[in-house]
């Protein structure tokens, strides 16, 4: 299995450098995605790299919105998504018809919408915003009523942040809601002296029990800086991979052995040689979507 991984990595890197291309892998991908590429972060962090990567070909390992993100910002880059099967629940939750219903029955409301989410539903909203800048985003905005979509979660946790009316929509994330309160009351007894770091797609019963509130890119930062020797992490499991690699003095200690992502683990070797080979699959957003959610992904990176 080594040997043949060390084959594949090899493979990769000859087509990566034929290509010039650059690899982005979100923090939930398998280990393997995650050694090979040249950078591993969250939604936001991704997409700013994408921004700014002078590289011809983007390979994605991640979802479909982030590859849309990417090829949204960087329209004459190569963007692969090495299986396009890779999708989010999620944003699954939302459609263009539904969001201009509702917009119909908010007028006055502006659209903040969590980057977990189609390009059309991006350039159907006012502003996108990531787990990581959520807050600031929706503080930004001159409009003291806010229409935030698709997550429920991450929307009920800003709420407790701003002052500003937002109406929720009813999506949420599969894997996150799996994370339960006893989980966290039973680990926090098993590991006294622990954090407990928890993503704000979790269940509000959840966040309530947390020491954090973070982003993957916050939880990685924070496992960095903390004094703490055992963190309880609460979200997609593939995190601990990293943080380990990280901080190999510490003990991570997932809150959830359920909360794994299938979408998010599609992504292996053998699919992305094959991507670098054929060029394809090629995630593009057509120009006239990508314009108008363009304006939604500028402006949050203004803020970020
Ligand atoms: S972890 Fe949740 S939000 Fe993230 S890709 Fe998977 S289903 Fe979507």
Request: charged residues 25%.
């Amino acid at each position: 299995m080594a040997s043949n991984n060390t084959e594949l990595i090899e493979k990769i890197l000859h087509f990566k450098r034929q290509r010039n291309a650059v690899i982005l892998a979100h923090n939930y991908q398998l280990g393997e995605a995650q050694d090979i590429a040249d950078f591993v972060g969250d939604s936001l962090e991704l997409s700013q790299n994408a921004a700014k990567t002078d590289a011809d070909v983007i390979v994605f390992c991640g979802v479909h919105f982030m590859a849309e993100t990417a090829s949204i910002l960087c329209p004459d880059k190569i963007v692969l998504l090495p299986d396009i099967h890779a999708g989010c629940p999620m944003a699954d939750m939302i459609t263009t018809k539904s969001l201009r219903e509702k917009k119909r029955e908010l007028p006055g409301a502006a659209v903040v919408c969590y980057v977990n989410s189609s390009a059309e539903v991006k350039a159907e909203s006012d502003i996108c915003c990531t787990s990581a800048n959520a807050v600031e985003v929706v503080e930004s905005l001159d409009s003291e009523e806010i229409l935030f979509v698709p997550d429920q979660y991450l929307g009920h946790y800003v709420s407790t942040k701003t002052d500003k009316k937002i109406v929720l929509w009813p999506g949420f994330c599969p894997t996150h809601v799996r994370i339960q309160p006893e989980d966290i009351t039973r680990l926090k007894l098993e590991y006294p002296q622990a954090k407990a770091v928890v993503h704000p797609e979790c269940r509000p019963e959840v966040i309530a029990l947390a020491d954090e509130v973070l982003s993957t890119g916050g939880m990685c930062r924070f496992a960095q800086n903390t004094e703490a020797k055992e963190i309880i992490v609460g979200t997609e499991i593939g995190i601990i991979h990293r943080l380990k690699k990280e901080n190999p003095e510490k003990k991570f200690v997932p809150l959830s052995e359920q909360a794994i992502c299938p979408t998010m683990k599609l992504i292996n070797l053998e699919k992305m040689l094959r991507s670098l080979e054929e060029m394809a699959p090629e995630v593009k957003v057509p120009e006239e979507t990508r314009l108008r959610a363009k304006v939604a992904v500028d402006r949050m990176l203004k803020v970020a």
